[in-house]
Every structure is written in structure tokens, then in C-alpha cells.
């Protein structure tokens, strides 16, 4: 007898979007069968009039962030618990180094913040600050104890050690690592930053224009070069403009092996979010542009210039994000893991942008395949972890941040109605959502070790 069943849906698997029956026996995929040819099950989901996803992977995390000398709103309990009522079953979180620090000091700081806490399964980037000769030799062990990716920020201090971060990419690249980039260029943030003070302009409404498209450019550029130089592979993290995307595409045509990722506020909000009373709470690192690049954003989505959607989640109350004496100072980041499929699949799928196949790509399977989870995760497939997600194309719902689950306060999208919301989800064969309510207790989500990155992740 199988352990649970899912009846009646319209499933989205890597063949075809079809209804079909899915059996789950012992947390793994049994069998995809045509509907009504299921064995027997302990329990049954009756799907019928919804579609069943592959749960999302959401490779852009910061759980119990460390930032300004606080933390973030959402430890690994509350985010993830807005992870597993969104339909994301697996998150990637940012551990940090501390300067002087060993990558795996960083990475066991991050599991200690996990352990006991999580509702679904993790993994880990490890971020770089300290790409010290004794770190490049550590870079080849990690990647063997399923950290396979590094974070790179291409400010605070990488200009004055980018010799030392070149050493680096090689050394990730000899690992069959990936780099996961940050691109601003700092000089040119501090060039814009500078003139911006100076003429007495300190407010939120002035931010935009700190960091503009060209310096996200211009990183991207760059850092391209450098990892070709250093025969490494690279994926950009939350890209926002249309000039981004020009060099992402110049890269690729020259044969440049790099992925890129978005975040939904680019897709969803406009640089005008600043002039609002409260603007602060839209402020995120690159800031929100242009209609014109939000538009971009969406035909890059659809031609497959931009294989990820993730959310940089990064949560604060609304006070904390409040009172800065200057744009440079607030703190960036907001929530949006409750949010992340349900909106792309409202804006995106229901509005006609994007296909049904290719939302679960931007969200489950592209990010499998990318941080070495496939076919694990990513995939309704047999042998797979069962995580998966009852999803309702039909369900109205408003945003209100008082109904979510994240501990913070306010909502970007709050007032925004979004049609379609899961029903259930399920993580490896546990029903851990049903509805709005969370089933699952606290520190059943374990972590997962990802595979070294392989350059022919797209034929996977």
C-alpha cells in the first residue's frame, strides 16, 4: 500500500503537463500513473481542478541574517514555515565568513542557526569576504561536503582585493565549484553616492539614482572577464536592468557558461515605490528600476535570458527599516518567500507571460539543476523526494503581511491580489500545509548536499 496519494490533478512533469495520479511511498515518488490506475493509499489527496508542481527550490536565502549588528525578522523557523506555506520546499540560505574566519567555521555558524529549526530542506552558499591563500585551499573540501557555491560581492572592499578574488575563482573552478556573483561596481555606486550627498540629496527618493543600471553592468561585465580568465562558472544573482541583461546575453553568445537569477520585486515594482511615504521598505540591493526594465525583466524571463526567480529573502520590521539619516544606511531586504510562486504564477502564467512548464523552471527545476539537486529536487519524476505542492489556479487571495508568516511587519505587495495559491504541500511524503496551516513541527527539515556544479546542467 502506498503511504500517500494525490488523485485527480493536472500534473507538470519534465514530459508533459497531463493529468495524472502520483503515489508516494517511504518520502519518494513511487509512481506517476494515468488517472484512477493508483494502487491502493493510506491517505489521499483529492486534487481535482488543481495542478500539481514540483516544490520550488529557492536558491537566494538570508535566514537569521546578520546585518547592522541585528538580525533579521526571520530566523530559520518563520522562514521557512513562509517557504513551506508558499509552495518552497527546499531553500539555499547565504552562511556567511567572518574576515580571518575558515569557509567551514562560517558554515557550521549557519548549520547551528538551522538545526532544530527548519521546516524544510536546506542547503548552503558560503559567502566570501576573506579570500586569503589558506581559504582557496579550503574551497576544493567544501565543495565535497555539499557546499557547492560561493558567494562573491562586488563591493565593500572587493576592489582593493580583486587579485586576491581572481586566485579565488580558479581555485573554485579547479573544485568544480560555481561563483555566485553580486555585480555593482563599487566605485561607480560610491562616484553617484558621493555627488548625491554633496548636493544635499540624502533621502529614500535619491537611491535609484545611487546605483544605477550602469553600475550593475559594469559589474556584470567585468566580473564575466574574470571568470573567463579564470576558466570559471558564474551565476548572477538577482539582476534587475535591461543593461544587465544585454551583457548577459553578449557573454552567452560568446560562449560565456553562466546562469542568471531574478528576484520578484524587479518583476512586480517600479523605482516610483521610492517617492511613496515609507519608501525605505522597497529598498533592496540593486534598487527597483524602471517600467521599461521590469518589462525587460518579463521577456527575459520567456526567452530564457534569465533561468532563475529567486527571493533574495531578507526580512526586517518596518522600524528597523525606518529613520535612516540617509539612503547609504537603510537596511536592504524584504520578505517574499510566501509570495514566490503564487505571484509569478498570477502575474506570470495566468496573465499570459510566461507558460505553466516554464514558471516550474524558473522556480523548481532550473535551480535543481543549477546548485546540483536534480533529480532529487526540481522534478516530478519517480524516485524523487516527494516535494511537492496541491496547487489551486483558481484561489482569490489578497496580501495582507498580518496573514503571513514571516515575522515581519509589512509587505511589499501588501493590497496586491494574487489569483492562485497552493492547497497543500508536501516535503518528501510529509503533508506539511494544508491550507493556511502549518503541519509540520520545527526542525523536521534536513540538510541537503548538493553535487559539484556541472557546466551541462541545461541537458539534464
Not at 503511504?3 to 515518488?29: C, F, H, Q, R, Y
Not at 576558466?231 to 539582476?239: D, I, K, N, T
Request: charged share 25%.
Amino acid at each position: 500500500m502506498l503511504d500517500l496519494a494525490i488523485a485527480g490533478a493536472t500534473a507538470v512533469t519534465p514530459s508533459a503537463t497531463a493529468a495524472a495520479d502520483v503515489g508516494i511511498e517511504a518520502g519518494k515518488i513511487k509512481r506517476i500513473a494515468p488517472p484512477g490506475s493508483l494502487e491502493p493509499a493510506a491517505q489521499t489527496i483529492d486534487a481535482r481542478g488543481m495542478l500539481l508542481l514540483p516544490g520550488a527550490v529557492d536558491a537566494h536565502t538570508h535566514l537569521d541574517g546578520e546585518m547592522f549588528k541585528s538580525r533579521t525578522a526571520d530566523d530559520f523557523e518563520s522562514g521557512t514555515a513562509a517557504a513551506a506555506a508558499g509552495g518552497v520546499t527546499c531553500v539555499i540560505d547565504y552562511a556567511f565568513q567572518t574576515p580571518g574566519q575558515s569557509l567551514a567555521q562560517g558554515i557550521e555558524h549557519w548549520q547551528e542557526k538551522a538545526r532544530g529549526r527548519a521546516i524544510v530542506d536546506y542547503g548552503f552558499h558560503v559567502a566570501v569576504w576573506d579570500p586569503t591563500e589558506a581559504v582557496r585551499d579550503e574551497a576544493a573540501r567544501i565543495v565535497e561536503s555539499g557546499v557547492a557555491s560561493f558567494k562573491i560581492f562586488m563591493m565593500h572592499g572587493f576592489e582593493e582585493r580583486a587579485r586576491d578574488y581572481l586566485r579565488f575563482f580558479s581555485a573554485v573552478a579547479k573544485a568544480h565549484g560555481l561563483l555566485t556573483i553580486h555585480a555593482e561596481d563599487q566605485h561607480l555606486i560610491g562616484y553617484c553616492t558621493e555627488r548625491l550627498l554633496a548636493a544635499g540629496n540624502r533621502s529614500v527618493a535619491h537611491f535609484a539614482a545611487s546605483r544605477p543600471p550602469l553600475s550593475e553592468a559594469a559589474a556584470v561585465a567585468r566580473a564575466v572577464r574574470m571568470c573567463e580568465l579564470a576558466g570559471a562558472p558564474a551565476y548572477f544573482v538577482h539582476l534587475s536592468s535591461a543593461a544587465a541583461l544585454r551583457e548577459i546575453r553578449r557573454a552567452r553568445d560568446a560562449g560565456a557558461n553562466i546562469a542568471a537569477e531574478t528576484r520578484p520585486i524587479y518583476l512586480y515594482l517600479t523605482e516610483e515605490r521610492y517617492l511613496e511615504p515609507e519608501g525605505e521598505r522597497y529598498v533592496g540591493l540593486p534598487p527597483l528600476r524602471s517600467a521599461a526594465d521590469r518589462d525587460e525583466l518579463w521577456e527575459a524571463l520567456a526567452d530564457g535570458t534569465i533561468d532563475t526567480v529567486a527571493t533574495d529573502h531578507c526580512c526586517w520590521k518596518l522600524h528597523e527599516k525606518l529613520g535612516a539619516d540617509r539612503f547609504t544606511r537603510i537596511r536592504p531586504g524584504m520578505s517574499n518567500l510566501e509570495t514566490l510562486v503564487p505571484m509569478l504564477y498570477s502575474e506570470g502564467v495566468a496573465k499570459g507571460r510566461i507558460s505553466l512548464a516554464r514558471m516550474v523552471d524558473l522556480v523548481a527545476t532550473n535551480p535543481a539543476k543549477i546548485f546540483g539537486l536534480y533529480p532529487r529536487e526540481g522534478a516530478i519524476v519517480e524516485g524523487a523526494d516527494a516535494d511537492l505542492v496541491v496547487f489551486d489556479p483558481n484561489r482569490k487571495r489578497v496580501i495582507h503581511a498580518a496573514e503571513m508568516q514571516s515575522r515581519s511587519d509589512y509587505d511589499v505587495f501588501e493590497g496586491f491580489e494574487v489569483t492562485g495559491w497552493p492547497h497543500a504541500t508536501i516535503s518528501r511524503g510529509e503533508v506539511i500545509v494544508t491550507g493556511r496551516k502549518i503541519e509540520a513541527r520545527a526542525g523536521r527539515g534536513e540538510f541537503v548536499r548538493r553535487k559539484p556544479f556541472t557546466a551541462q546542467w541545461r541537458s539534464l
